[in-house]
């Protein structure tokens, strides 16, 4: 088992798999990817050896991430390898969406447990200012067939940005009433390249929570493999809720989740100030112990908190480099 000198149990792994994104969203790359400096991504075969040392450590979940792992060509099979390892029971996906109304079956054939779709607004032109992509109604319906196709946990996330979606809430209460999936609202962090934009158009989500509590919605206890979200339901609707609140007290408590960048770094947390590289341990099925007894030994100096309320940032320059 994976645990810290907090006791908190890490079951939960998100796994960049590409930093490579084709967005160019205000909050995250608004002049788009940089692509000056070459890098090799790990494997199908590296992902197999790390994906088989976290399991046996006692993580059952794992979140394929990028930048947008669809510029992956291998994704569908990277999605096969992580479901066959023994001890995955969830294999999840987050993704811009861009084909996911032409390739979701793909995925959902692969193994696709789980899938979080980026959609900041339900409209349009709005989608398009934060975005630069009009796919805007493809994404849609591709959410739409998702759900059709019996995925089981469909979850929508949108980044509260104080000038383009803050008085959205109705429209997003209204669309998730006949829906069975789970908004997620997420407070706009503050990153290393993002500081001016951060300043300008962060939403204090405490607020929103509050108002939703006083409409009736009520708090759902999470699983131990559950991300971050304060989630909630309500018997008028068939979606949920959620929202993932950095800045609140106790953020970091129930952290329960590691990453891995797409190049084969630890990273102990989203705010880490490096990412510690164990590649080289990823090149043999002989070399599992000790991959094993290096991710135990990496927890013992996890910081308890992220930071982030001192504006301390880490080495996170953007979240396209993890996956959030």
Same mark, same amino acid.
């Given at each position: 088992? $994976?645990?810290?000198?907090?006791?908190?149990?890490?079951?939960?792994?998100?796994?960049?798999?590409?930093?490579? @994104?084709?967005?160019? @969203?205000?909050?995250?790359?608004?002049?788009?990817?940089?692509?000056?400096?070459?890098? =090799?991504?790990?494997?199908?075969?590296?992902? !197999?050896?790390?994906? %088989? #040392?976290? #399991?046996?450590?006692?993580? *059952?979940?794992?979140?394929?991430?990028?930048?947008?792992?669809?510029?992956? !060509?291998?994704? #569908? =099979?990277?999605?096969?390898?992580?479901?066959?390892?023994?001890?995955?029971?969830?294999?999840?996906?987050?993704?811009?969406?861009?084909?996911?109304?032409?390739?979701?079956?793909?995925?959902?054939?692969?193994?696709?447990?789980?899938?979080?779709?980026?959609?900041?607004?339900?409209? *349009?032109? %709005?989608?398009?200012?934060?975005?630069?992509?009009?796919?805007? &109604?493809?994404?849609? !319906?591709?959410?739409?067939?998702?759900?059709?196709?019996?995925? /089981?946990?469909?979850?929508?996330?949108?980044?509260?940005?104080?000038?383009?979606?803050?008085?959205?809430?109705?429209?997003?209460? +209204?669309?998730?009433?006949?829906?069975?999936? *789970?908004?997620?609202?997420?407070?706009?962090? =503050?990153?290393?390249?993002?500081?001016?934009?951060?300043? /300008? &158009?962060?939403?204090?989500?405490?607020? $929103?929570?509050?108002?939703?509590?006083?409409?009736?919605?009520?708090?759902?206890?999470?699983?131990?493999?559950?991300?971050?979200?304060?989630?909630?339901?309500?018997?008028?609707? &068939?979606?949920?809720?959620?929202?993932?609140?950095?800045?609140?007290?106790?953020?970091?408590?129930?952290?329960?989740?590691?990453?891995?960048?797409?190049?084969?770094?630890?990273?102990? @947390?989203?705010?880490?100030?490096?990412?510690?590289?164990?590649?080289?341990?990823?090149?043999?099925?002989? +070399?599992?112990? +000790?991959?094993?007894?290096?991710?135990?030994?990496?927890?013992?100096?996890?910081? =308890?908190?992220?930071?982030? &309320?001192?504006?301390?940032?880490?080495?996170? /320059?953007?979240?396209?480099?993890?996956?959030?």
């Amino acid at each position: 088992m $994976l645990i810290d000198s907090y006791q908190r149990q890490f079951h939960y792994l998100r796994l960049s798999i590409t930093d490579v @994104c084709n967005f160019k @969203c205000d909050y995250c790359l608004p002049d788009g990817y940089d692509c000056s400096n070459p890098r =090799e991504f790990l494997t199908i075969d590296e992902i !197999k050896r790390l994906v %088989t #040392a976290f #399991a046996e450590l006692g993580v *059952s979940k794992v979140r394929i991430t990028g930048g947008e792992p669809y510029l992956r !060509k291998d994704l #569908a =099979e990277i999605i096969r390898v992580v479901k066959n390892v023994d001890g995955v029971d969830t294999v999840a996906l987050t993704t811009n969406g861009y084909n996911l109304e032409t390739q979701i079956e793909k995925w959902v054939d692969a193994g696709l447990d789980s899938l979080n779709v980026s959609i900041d607004s339900l409209k *349009s032109d %709005t989608f398009r200012l934060i975005t630069g992509s009009n796919k805007h &109604q493809s994404i849609l !319906k591709g959410i739409d067939k998702a759900i059709s196709l019996g995925v /089981k946990n469909v979850k929508v996330n949108a980044v509260l940005l104080k000038q383009f979606n803050e008085n959205e809430l109705t429209d997003f209460l +209204q669309w998730i009433k006949f829906k069975p999936l *789970s908004l997620r609202l997420i407070e706009l962090m =503050e990153t290393g390249d993002n500081k001016t934009y951060f300043a /300008k &158009q962060h939403v204090n989500g405490e607020q $929103l929570k509050n108002k939703i509590e006083n409409d009736g919605w009520l708090p759902i206890v999470k699983s131990k493999v559950a991300g971050p979200a304060l989630e909630y339901c309500h018997p008028d609707f &068939q979606g949920k809720i959620g929202f993932i609140l950095p800045y609140s007290k106790d953020f970091c408590a129930s952290c329960n989740r590691l990453r891995v960048s797409s190049v084969g770094n630890l990273h102990k @947390c989203l705010f880490a100030e490096e990412g510690l590289n164990f590649r080289h341990l990823l090149q043999s099925s002989s +070399q599992l112990s +000790q991959l094993k007894v290096w991710l135990q030994t990496q927890l013992d100096d996890k910081k =308890e908190t992220h930071f982030l &309320q001192d504006n301390k940032t880490g080495a996170t /320059k953007h979240l396209a480099m993890l996956g959030g």
